[in-house]
């Protein structure tokens, strides 16, 4: 089995004219052909999830809502013997079940050391062949003392990456995470980045000891990053959600920013600073300078889709903040913010105000929570928006 290859140099008119064929799908939206890296922690149940998908593919049955195309399956189940695979098959495959599309071997070859012929040997034997999975990557690989991590880690994934690309399956890597956090959930990945950054697709596994769920990120080049939240019953992982990426980042935002966004739409209009607006809105536990930032940061998410707009002015006294919606009367901009409060102090603002206000102006989102109570609003001539800094 091959797939279509196209000339290693082309013209990019001759490639605009060119058909070029859609992204094979081994599961659709999550796994697609090419060199894959399934990473978790040690013993947080990874070979039970990968040899149910296996079952699944190799049956054609769903995998989490999405219809499979049967095909056969190759799974290197490395770290195991036949009696331990016996015992989870038990577990895993009804009476009237017969899985001959799944393939298991417990031995193989390492990277350079004959891994490569024997994979080319079995996608000869089974042509209909979609999927291979190595358990564990590090089971394939030969200690390697010169060189840099990166230059070994990115020829050895390469190998295989090469292999899957030239005869349009998936090779599925399981590997591990290290124990130190970062702030990076894919710098978790044991190795150097060379890994990831062959892999054509990531799945990244996290569970609690003894937990029975867990959630995988899953990231990909021809894939929008997603979120997997998974159970697990009688050794079957199944799925209880799955987020988008946007999905993911409204649920990062604090509830007091919603709140405050209900309490502007509930006044129209507000100025003042950032301990009065937490005030008015009735949200205590928060720093103003804390405030101030997240506002700043999910500004595009929360106060552009319902058509609020802020400005943020910085004078030798105060640091004042405005919130007016997108169609009020433009006539507020020929007036000074200092008249509204009396102050007549010099004002000065970001210089970068302006593009990072137009920035906030995208996206159009909803959520409604709980209102606090109006402020009582200031009286006098309304204020002048000074230069906006929304950062």
Same mark, same amino acid.
């Given at each position: 089995?091959?797939?279509?290859?196209?000339?290693?140099?082309?013209?990019?008119?001759?490639?605009?004219?060119?058909?070029?064929?859609?992204?094979?799908?081994?599961?659709?939206?999550?796994?697609?052909?090419?060199?894959?890296?399934?990473?978790?922690?040690?013993?947080?149940?990874?070979?039970?999830?990968?040899?149910?998908?296996?079952?699944?593919?190799?049956?054609?049955?769903?995998?989490?809502?999405?219809?499979?195309?049967?095909?056969?399956?190759?799974?290197?189940?490395?770290?195991?013997?036949?009696?331990?695979?016996?015992?989870?098959?038990?577990?895993?495959?009804?009476?009237?079940?017969?899985?001959?599309?799944?393939?298991?071997?417990?031995?193989?070859?390492?990277?350079?050391?004959?891994?490569?012929?024997?994979?080319?040997?079995?996608?000869?034997?089974?042509?209909?062949?979609?999927?291979?999975?190595?358990?564990?990557?590090?089971?394939?690989?030969?200690?390697?003392?010169?060189?840099?991590?990166? $230059?070994?880690?990115? &020829? #050895? %994934?390469?190998?295989?990456?090469?292999?899957?690309? !030239? *005869?349009?399956?998936?090779?599925?890597?399981?590997?591990?995470?290290?124990?130190?956090?970062?702030?990076?959930?894919?710098?978790?990945?044991?190795?150097?980045?060379?890994?990831?950054?062959?892999?054509?697709?990531?799945?990244?596994?996290?569970?609690?000891?003894?937990?029975?769920?867990?959630?995988?990120?899953?990231?990909?080049?021809?894939?929008?990053?997603?979120?997997?939240?998974?159970?697990?019953?009688?050794?079957?992982?199944?799925?209880?959600?799955?987020?988008?990426?946007?999905?993911?980042?409204?649920?990062?935002?604090?509830?007091?920013?919603?709140?405050?966004?209900?309490?502007?739409?509930?006044?129209?209009?507000?100025?003042?600073?950032?301990?009065?607006?937490?005030?008015?809105?009735?949200?205590?536990?928060?720093?103003?300078?804390?405030?101030?930032?997240?506002? $700043?940061?999910?500004? &595009? #998410? %929360?106060?552009?889709?319902?058509?609020?707009?802020? !400005? *943020?002015?910085?004078?030798?006294?105060?640091?004042?903040?405005?919130?007016?919606?997108?169609?009020?009367?433009?006539?507020?901009?020929?007036?000074?913010?200092?008249?509204?409060?009396?102050?007549?102090?010099?004002?000065?603002?970001?210089?970068?105000?302006?593009?990072?206000?137009?920035?906030?102006?995208?996206?159009?989102?909803?959520?409604?929570?709980?209102?606090?109570?109006?402020?009582?609003?200031?009286?006098?001539?309304?204020?002048?928006?000074?230069?906006?800094?929304?950062?």
């Amino acid at each position: 089995m091959t797939t279509t290859r196209l000339p290693k140099t082309i013209t990019a008119g001759a490639l605009l004219a060119t058909p070029i064929p859609p992204v094979k799908w081994i599961i659709p939206g999550l796994l697609p052909a090419g060199l894959a890296i399934f990473a978790g922690p040690s013993k947080a149940g990874k070979s039970w999830l990968t040899l149910w998908l296996c079952l699944q593919i190799s049956q054609g049955k769903s995998v989490w809502g999405r219809e499979i195309e049967p095909r056969t399956v190759l799974y290197f189940s490395l770290e195991d013997t036949l009696g331990r695979l016996q015992e989870r098959l038990y577990q895993l495959v009804d009476a009237e079940e017969d899985p001959e599309r799944l393939i298991l071997q417990t031995e193989s070859h390492g990277i350079g050391q004959g891994l490569e012929e024997q994979i080319v040997s079995f996608i000869h034997a089974y042509p209909d062949i979609s999927l291979i999975v190595i358990d564990t990557l590090q089971k394939v690989r030969k200690a390697e003392r010169n060189g840099s991590m990166y $230059a070994n880690d990115y &020829r #050895d %994934i390469g190998v295989l990456k090469e292999l899957a690309d !030239k *005869y349009g399956i998936c090779i599925l890597l399981v590997h591990y995470l290290r124990k130190q956090s970062s702030s990076d959930p894919y710098d978790q990945i044991s190795g150097s980045t060379g890994i990831m950054g062959v892999a054509d697709t990531t799945w990244l596994m996290h569970r609690q000891r003894m937990s029975k769920t867990a959630t995988i990120r899953v990231i990909g080049r021809d894939m929008d990053e997603k979120m997997l939240h998974i159970r697990e019953e009688n050794c079957v992982w199944t799925l209880d959600e799955e987020e988008t990426a946007e999905q993911q980042a409204l649920k990062a935002i604090p509830d007091y920013l919603w709140k405050v966004a209900d309490y502007i739409d509930s006044v129209g209009k507000w100025q003042g600073t950032a301990m009065g607006l937490l005030v008015a809105a009735n949200i205590s536990d928060v720093k103003p300078n804390q405030f101030t930032r997240k506002m $700043a940061h999910y500004a &595009r #998410d %929360i106060f552009s889709p319902r058509g609020i707009e802020y !400005k *943020y002015t910085r004078t030798e006294q105060k640091r004042l903040l405005e919130f007016f919606h997108d169609d009020d009367d433009g006539d507020d901009d020929d007036i000074d913010i200092s008249e509204l409060f009396h102050w007549g102090i010099p004002q000065t603002s970001s210089s970068s105000s302006a593009s990072s206000l137009r920035s906030r102006k995208e996206s159009k989102h909803g959520r409604s929570v709980a209102t606090g109570q109006p402020a009582e609003k200031p009286t006098g001539t309304a204020p002048n928006p000074c230069e906006a800094a929304s950062a």
